[in-house]
């Protein structure tokens, strides 16, 4: 029985979208054929289901019973070799089906057979779902979801979700996008989500980790090879995975020495926002920058200094006094609490004539989005990062539509701008003017309170002071900081977590 391995760091590092686990699919079953196996896909409906079924009698060993949905797809193929091996195992099956079972792909009525022939019992799911045990198999709707869930398939996922047993998914929570990690019309809530053959990118962004529970995942021992012969269409990146990589900062040498750090110059901070620039000087100074200064308004200097006098702050109370500040930069970081008023149209116009690598957040962002702002990035290294409401603003489109498909927002972005694009929220996105995707898998709901990308920024700032390319900057320094909020939130809880309480994590991650 091919063991499944689960949690998200041990997930591999390849994301696929459902088309291209499509495509994995037919090659395996083309490769199972050839090694003269079976020819419609019943072998690897096997091994999904026997995988499945291991991880549940792993989480739920002591359950005599199990109740399986099953859709008229291959999904639902799954569910029925799940719920035959469950009869062989001596657990009561209570199975429930909906839609077409008439019209079964050859696998699935093989599949079928076979939980027939087991004692399975299947019967038309009417609205009311009977069930007395602990666990729920949702093989309702996998990778072939097409449209929102309504019907007779909301009231099978609504009465799932109202029931007290936990969920094991088969692949994907039903009514979840593979694609987007969006709810179409409404999804199972599981425990447990077991994906087959390839981890879809929508498992791990938007709405996905909420819905899905644990995420395991089975290769069904399809050849690694097979794997190469496609790209996989992001990549999945956490702290852990970068570290195991082997793509950390190099250590220092001894005979070093600040100049060889990067100078930051942090922008920003108009009246009633000081806190902003100095949570970002404060982050690029734990993430490692040489020098850090700081151009913001009067007010701020003093408070910035009582807590990091480390910085070189000045008051650029015109705005006319930043071009000489900038000429002594290696690295701007631009939009922290920046304001939209004139005073902030004037520095970034000036941050933007400048031709010094530039991470640009917040304000400058939604200044950078208003009529006549728009830039092309191709000649200068930058680093946008915007939430989903400055992508909003940015694409010219609602949150909604940003949030509809994350992965096409970030990479719209970066081909519009020419520059990489983190695209903030659970499962941050890198995305690069080329089409290469990263996603991010740490972070915590805790990381949802003002401030976080403020220190984001001076994060990022530190890396591309260090050397690192803007892709490279971005992917280290989203991982460091949302493995830093990770750290921080072990300690005392999500709830209450502050942006700067990441600083001493910070500062350990980066050694
Ligand atoms: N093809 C293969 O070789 C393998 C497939 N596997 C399983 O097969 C699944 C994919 O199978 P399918 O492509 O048949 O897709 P699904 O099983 O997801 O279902 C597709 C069916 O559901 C209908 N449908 C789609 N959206 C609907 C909605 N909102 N409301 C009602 N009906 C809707 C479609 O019209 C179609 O009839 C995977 O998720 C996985 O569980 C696994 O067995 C591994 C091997
Ligand atoms: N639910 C969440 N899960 C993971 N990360 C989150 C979550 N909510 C927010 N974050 C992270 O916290 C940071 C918040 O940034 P942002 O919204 O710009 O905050 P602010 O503007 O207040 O500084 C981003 O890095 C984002 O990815
Ligand atoms: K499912």
Redesign the pocket.
Same mark, same amino acid.
């Given at each position: 029985m091919n063991r499944p391995y689960s949690a998200k760091d041990h997930l591999p590092g390849e994301l696929y979208s459902a088309a291209q686990?499509?495509e994995l699919?037919?090659l %395996?079953?083309t490769q199972i054929q050839d090694d003269g196996g079976d020819t419609c896909?019943f072998e690897?409906?096997c091994? %999904? $289901?026997e995988a499945a079924f291991a991880c549940l009698l792993e989480r739920w060993p002591e359950e005599g019973s199990v109740c399986v949905f099953a859709?008229?797809?291959?999904?639902?193929?799954?569910a029925y070799v799940l719920a035959a091996l469950a009869c062989h195992h001596g657990l009561d099956v209570v199975f429930y089906t909906?839609?077409?079972h008439s019209?079964l792909?050859a $696998? $699935?009525s093989r599949a079928r057979e076979m939980a027939l022939e087991a004692g399975v019992e299947p019967q038309v799911f009417r609205g009311e779902l009977v069930y007395e045990g602990q666990v729920i198999v949702d093989?309702?709707? +996998?990778?072939?979801?097409?449209? %929102?869930?309504? +019907?007779d398939?909301a009231s099978a996922i609504a009465a799932m979700n109202a029931h007290f047993a936990d969920v094991l998914a088969?692949?994907?929570p039903?009514?979840l996008s %593979?694609d987007t990690g969006c709810i179409?019309?409404c999804a199972v809530q599981a425990s447990l989500t077991v994906t087959?053959?390839g981890v879809k990118q929508g498992l791990l962004t938007a709405d996905g980790p909420d819905i899905c529970g644990e995420v395991a995942f089975a290769s069904?021992s399809v050849d690694p090879l097979l794997f190469h012969q496609l790209s996989a269409s992001c990549e999945r990146i956490s702290w852990d995975r970068l570290e195991r990589l082997n793509q950390r900062l190099n250590p220092r040498r001894g005979n070093s020495h600040k100049g060889e750090f990067g100078h930051v110059m942090v922008v920003g901070g108009d009246h009633g926002m000081g806190g902003a620039v100095a949570m970002a000087v404060e982050a690029a100074g734990r993430c490692g920058a040489g020098l850090i200064r700081c151009a913001t308004r009067t007010e701020h200097v003093a408070p910035i200094l009582v807590r990091r006098p480390e910085a070189m702050v000045r008051a650029v109370e015109s705005g006319l006094e930043l071009q000489p500040l900038l000429a002594h930069s290696h690295v701007i970081a631009c939009g922290p609490g920046l304001g939209q008023s004139s005073w902030s149209e004037l520095l970034l116009q000036q941050v933007l004539n400048a031709s010094t690598p530039l991470v640009l957040d917040a304000d400058g962002l939604n200044l950078l989005a208003s009529p006549g702002w728009r830039r092309d990035f191709s000649e200068r290294p930058v680093i946008m990062t915007p939430h989903p409401g400055e992508a909003a603003r940015l694409l010219g489109c609602d949150i909604a539509s940003v949030q509809a498909d994350r992965f096409n927002s970030a990479r719209q972005l970066a081909a519009q701008y020419q520059a990489v694009v983190v695209l903030k929220g659970q499962g941050s996105l890198i995305a690069a003017p080329d089409g290469r995707l990263a996603l991010c898998t740490d972070g915590n709901p805790g990381m949802a309170c003002g401030g976080m990308g403020d220190v984001l920024t001076g994060v990022l700032a530190a890396l591309l002071a260090q050397g690192l390319s803007p892709w490279q900057a971005a992917r280290y320094g989203v991982c460091v900081h949302s493995g830093a909020a990770d750290l921080a939130a072990r300690e005392q809880g999500q709830r209450g977590l502050l942006a700067t309480d990441l600083m001493p994590y910070l500062w350990e991650l980066m050694n």
């Open positions: 686990v499509r699919d037919t %395996a079953i896909g690897l409906m091994r %999904a $289901a859709g008229p797809g291959n999904n639902g193929g799954d909906l839609g077409d019209g792909s $696998a $699935a093989g309702l709707l +996998g990778t072939g979801l097409n449209k %929102a869930v309504q +019907g398939y088969l692949d994907l039903s009514g %593979a179409l019309g087959f053959i069904l």
